[in-house]
């Protein structure tokens, strides 16, 4: 099983950016499915972004798009979540997910993924 420990978050300003990783150990990560999943205070815990098994396939949700960008470095066993523009409705706390799987989708369920990370605050002040 893979670990994961996720960095980055912080208290920024609306309009800011932050970039949040995720460093995975234990195994080789590159032979996962990897996401971002954000949960704020009160709500469900919600799929961000992600990359399929492959490295190539991504997701974004519509609220992502244009904001968020994922990117992996396998070399280093790392994940990233680069957020542009940060609106008072990002704050979060922010997780990393892996799945062992051998499919080349992009999974979307929480349930689906079976190592998480601890979690990152972000937190975006109006």
């Known amino acids: 099983q893979v670990q994961l420990v996720e960095s980055g978050g912080g208290l920024v300003q609306a309009g800011g950016s932050l970039r949040l990783s995720c460093a995975a150990s234990?195994?080789?990560?590159?032979?996962?499915?990897m996401g971002w999943f954000r949960q704020a205070p009160g709500k469900e815990r919600e799929f961000v972004a992600g990359?399929?098994?492959?490295?190539?396939?991504?997701y974004y949700t519509y609220s992502a798009k244009g904001r968020f960008t994922i990117s992996r470095d396998n070399a280093k066993n790392t994940m990233y979540l680069q957020i542009n523009s940060l609106k008072p409705e990002d704050t979060a706390v922010y997780y990393c997910?892996?799945?062992?799987?051998?499919?080349?989708?992009?999974?979307?369920?929480?349930?689906?993924?079976?190592?998480w990370g601890q979690g990152t605050q972000v937190t975006v002040s109006s």
């Open positions: 997910a892996a799945a062992a799987t051998a499919s080349n989708l992009v999974l979307r369920a929480a349930r689906q993924y079976n190592s």
């Open positions: 234990g195994r080789t990560f590159s032979s996962y499915a």
């Open positions: 990359f399929a098994r492959n490295g190539i396939n991504t």
